[in-house]
Each structure stands twice: as structure tokens, then as C-alpha cells.
T-cell receptor, first 114, second 114 residues
Framework: GENVEQHPSTLSVQEGDSAVIKCTYSDSASNYFPWYKQELGKRPQLIIDIRSNVGEKKDQRIAVTLNKTAKHFSLHITETQPEDSAVYFCAASKVTGGGNKLTFGTGTQLKVEL | DAGVIQSPRHEVTEMGQEVTLRCKPISGHNSLFWYRQTMMRGLELLIYFNNNVPIDDSGMPEDRFSAKMPNASFSTLKIQPSEPRDSAVYFC????????????FGEGSWLTVV
């Protein structure tokens, strides 16, 4: 089955700096890579996703890049703000007509310091 | 839409008791997932259904766990008998296969087995 590794496990940045979280996956057939943000005591919420036919996607201060050859993808947050502090999870799946089984990374605790 | 609805939100039960967690997916979604989250093991997929049919239950830890989806708008996850190591947050999630495949999580059921 799919295996997703995520680094770093914790990340502390100063407000206004950039944050980068990296993930690798094992199954070359995976074609969908979402990122979720989970605040303390809350549910994971999708912040951005990318599909295997795209190398990069941006949404305001958030961007995701995908390298299919190397089987890794990254989340980039620019101009970080205190409200970006949360746990971020990457995930990978092979979307088929029968569903979409997400395998999650172990999470990155991001802390944005004033 | 109200999103994925889970109940109960919090449950404290004694070891050996039966626990039933309930989930109502987003209307129109045809895939439903049960995830378990713990500090030690992160987010684990227990089982997922597509069109009410269990597709992959390889994540169900043991025979004490069972899940059903009798119709498109309701699913249960049952633990019988419960053990302290089952203490975790159980998330239900749903998605529309072919409709972007975004997986939306419920608020979670916080289970404590004493």
C-alpha cells in the first residue's frame, strides 16, 4: 500500500517568514495530493490540493509543488501569520472510479512566533 | 449543507462496554470514510465505503471493530467490547467520487475508555 513520509515534524518560524513542509510517497500510481490544516481540537480541513498532471498550484499565500519523478511534494506558506499555527498533514491517493483512499503523513506542527 | 455530522461528540465509557459512533455524510456524497486519530499513530484509515459497499476494511484493527452503512445517509462504527487503547478521536469523512474527490471531515467523536 501507499506510504507517505512527512518532514519536519515540528517547524517554528517568525511571523512574516516562509514555511516549507515536504512529503514523499511510495506508490507511483498515486495521482491526488491534498494538504489539510488541523487546529487544536478541530477537524482536518483541506487547504489546497494538486493532481498529478500539474507541477505547481498557488492560492494566495499557499503553494504546493509536485515532482512525480522523485515522488515528492511540498507545501509552501509565504508571509506567515500567527493564525497559520496548526498541524499540517499531507496525503496521497490513487483516485479511481471506486473511490479515493487517502494515506496521510504524520503531520507537521507549525508554530508562527510574533 | 451542514457538512458531515457525527455523534456523539464526546463519550466516556467503561472498558468492556459497547460503543457506537454515528455519521451522516454530506448529502449526495457517495464515499464515506472512518478515520482514527491518536498522538502515537496519527490519522489512520479504518474503513471506507463507496455507494454503501465496504471497499477496504484493512485498517480495522481487530474483530472488536465493525462498521455498517445501511443507506447513503448513515453509517455506524461499533466497538464491542471497548478497551482503553481504543481511546482516540474518530473522524467520519465523505466525498463525491468524480466530483473533485475532496474529502470533508466531520467534527469527530472524542472517545475515552476508562
Amino acid at each position: 500500500g501507499e506510504n507517505v513520509e512527512q518532514h519536519p515534524s515540528t517547524l517554528s518560524v517568525q511571523e512574516g517568514d516562509s514555511a516549507v513542509i515536504k512529503c514523499t510517497y511510495s506508490d507511483s500510481a498515486s495521482n491526488y495530493f491534498p494538504w489539510y490544516k488541523q487546529e487544536l481540537g478541530k477537524r482536518p480541513q483541506l487547504i489546497i490540493d494538486i493532481r498529478s498532471n500539474v507541477g505547481e498550484k498557488k492560492d494566495q499565500r499557499i503553494a504546493v509543488t509536485l515532482n512525480k519523478t522523485a515522488k515528492h511534494f511540498s507545501l509552501h506558506i509565504t508571509e506567515t501569520q500567527p493564525e497559520d499555527s496548526a498541524v499540517y498533514f499531507c496525503a496521497a491517493s490513487k483516485v479511481t472510479g471506486g473511490g479515493n483512499k487517502l494515506t496521510f503523513g504524520t503531520g507537521t506542527q507549525l508554530k508562527v512566533e510574533l | 449543507d451542514a457538512g458531515v455530522i457525527q455523534s456523539p461528540r464526546h463519550e466516556v465509557t467503561e472498558m468492556g462496554q459497547e460503543v457506537t459512533l454515528r455519521c451522516k455524510p454530506i448529502s449526495g456524497h457517495n464515499s464515506l470514510f472512518w478515520y482514527r486519530q491518536t498522538m502515537m499513530r496519527g490519522l489512520e484509515l479504518l474503513i471506507y465505503f463507496n455507494n454503501n459497499v465496504p471497499i477496504d476494511d484493512s485498517g480495522m484493527p481487530e474483530d472488536r471493530f465493525s462498521a455498517k452503512m445501511p443507506n447513503a445517509s448513515f453509517s455506524t462504527l461499533k466497538i464491542q467490547p471497548s478497551e482503553p487503547r481504543d481511546s482516540a478521536v474518530y473522524f467520519c469523512a465523505s466525498s463525491l467520487t468524480g466530483g473533485g474527490n475532496t474529502i470533508y471531515f466531520g467534527e469527530g467523536s472524542w472517545l475515552t475508555v476508562v
